[in-house]
């Protein structure tokens, strides 16, 4: 969580599941809020990389106007 303060990225979730490969190690699954810095997120994982057993980015997405203005 140190890193993603460090970027000033917003975390909207965090998913964690029980791994499937070994006992007692386990998966995140970390969604970003959009609107940080185009550079901030991959200088973030960057420095997460050495620091996991695996990192991998499943995608990216638009959110439509529309999502932000429901929560207002």
């Known amino acids: 969580?140190?890193?993603?303060?460090?970027?000033?990225?917003?975390?909207q979730t965090i998913t964690t599941r029980?791994?499937?490969d070994k006992p007692?190690?386990?998966v995140f699954f970390v969604e970003v809020w959009?609107?940080?810095?185009?550079?901030?997120l991959?200088?973030?994982?960057?420095?997460l990389e050495p620091l996991v057993f695996?990192?991998?980015v499943v995608g990216s997405f638009?959110?439509?106007?529309?999502?932000?203005e429901m929560l207002t």
Not at 62 to 68: D, G, I, K, L
Request: proline share 5%; hydrophobic share 30%; glycine share 2%.
């Open 1 to 11: 969580l140190e890193k993603f303060k460090k970027y000033n990225l917003n975390l």
């Open 18 to 20: 029980p791994s499937i």
């Open 24 to 26: 007692w190690q386990y």
């Open 34 to 40: 959009d609107g940080h810095e185009p550079d901030a």
């Open 42 to 47: 991959k200088a973030c994982l960057a420095e």
């Open 54 to 56: 695996e990192l991998s």
């Open 62 to 68: 638009y959110r439509s106007r529309r999502f932000f």
